[in-house]
């Protein structure tokens, strides 16, 4: 890896870059800053059987408490692990010292004592959420084809139109929900939705981002080399089976709704007349109202 004062960068990602740059004959895209079509180099697929085969070394559970901590981008702290052997104890430090020297986390500073840690990049970030989507598909049997999944992401890219992706989200709730050991709630509903918006290439899929002294929790943003007619702000709200009266209904709808007014006077979307906001509540694993502010 390389870096600079502020980022980490992969070496080969780089020179990928650099080669598409050169072999697209424009290099002026060096001097404007500006990315060529292609970003991601199709060998990269290669780490996502490295990264399946590393969550399920020695203790997969306690591995895969890991991984949804970094999905649900839970700060990561570990003591970083000098030496380490398969045949001992391997714990979190170790697990998450793994995935440091690997080059799937990265030094984000420091915490009484203990390393900070945080994905590099994006590219891995789809790797981590890809990895995911396969580990909920296979745990909770629910039939849901990823290119339904592209093609309820492109109906809101192109269309603006949110009900095919509500419709994905619930298939995969309704297979959770039928578990007794999971207790579906808001952060349950936006790490589906982040999970299935990351299989999508329309959007850079970001969650939880500090916007105008709020927290929006998906935002479907511009991705270089792609331009879609809308992107997306979502606010979930949730309500238990037996708290989803409509009174209580209304007031998660109201309060979501004002956590997108704020987003108006944000200087990140001020000026996107093609930026839509969505609030949507959802009760048990149905989602029973969506609009659009």
Same mark, same amino acid.
């Given at each position: 890896?390389?870096? /600079? ?43 996502y059987s490295k990264l399946g085969t590393m969550f399920a070394l020695k203790n997969k559970s306690s591995n895969y408490e890991v991984l949804q ?84 992401? +492109?109906?809101? +890219? ?19 929900? /039928? ?11 936006k790490t589906i939705c982040f999970t299935l918006c990351m299989l999508s290439k329309c959007y850079v899929v970001e969650s939880e981002n500090e916007v105008n002294k709020g ?26 089976? +037996? ?20 987003? /108006? ?20 694993? +149905? ?7």
């Open positions: 890896m390389l870096a /600079n004062q502020n980022s980490i960068y992969f070496k080969y990602v780089l020179l990928y870059y650099l080669s598409q740059i050169i072999s697209s004959g424009n290099v002026s895209l060096l001097k404007d800053r500006r990315s060529p079509d292609n970003l991601l180099d199709s060998s990269i697929a290669s780490d901590e970094i999905v649900e981008g839970k700060e990561q702290t570990a003591f970083i692990t000098a030496q380490y052997s398969l045949e001992n104890k391997f714990d979190k430090d170790d697990f998450k010292s793994l995935l440091f020297y690997m080059g799937y986390l990265t030094i984000d500073g420091f915490y009484r004592g203990e390393v900070k840690l945080k994905v590099p990049n994006y590219v891995v970030k789809e790797l981590y959420f890809s990895y995911f989507e396969t580990l909920l598909k296979e745990e909770y049997k629910y039939d849901l084809d990823v290119s339904n999944i592209r093609s309820a992401l +492109a109906s809101l +890219a192109y269309d603006g139109d949110i009900t095919e992706l509500i419709t994905c989200i619930e298939k995969v709730l309704c297979g959770m929900s /039928n578990r007794d050991s999971i207790k579906l709630d808001e952060k349950y509903i927290y929006s929790d998906i935002q479907l943003l511009k991705r270089p080399g792609i331009d879609v007619d809308y992107y997306t702000i979502i606010e979930f709200k949730y309500l238990s089976k +037996a708290d989803g009266t409509e009174e209580n209904i209304t007031r998660k709808m109201a309060e979501a709704k004002g956590q997108l007014a704020r987003y /108006n006077d944000s200087p990140k979307f001020m000026g996107m007349d093609n930026l839509k906001k969505w609030a949507v509540v959802f009760v048990g694993d +149905a989602c029973v109202r969506n609009e659009e502010l």
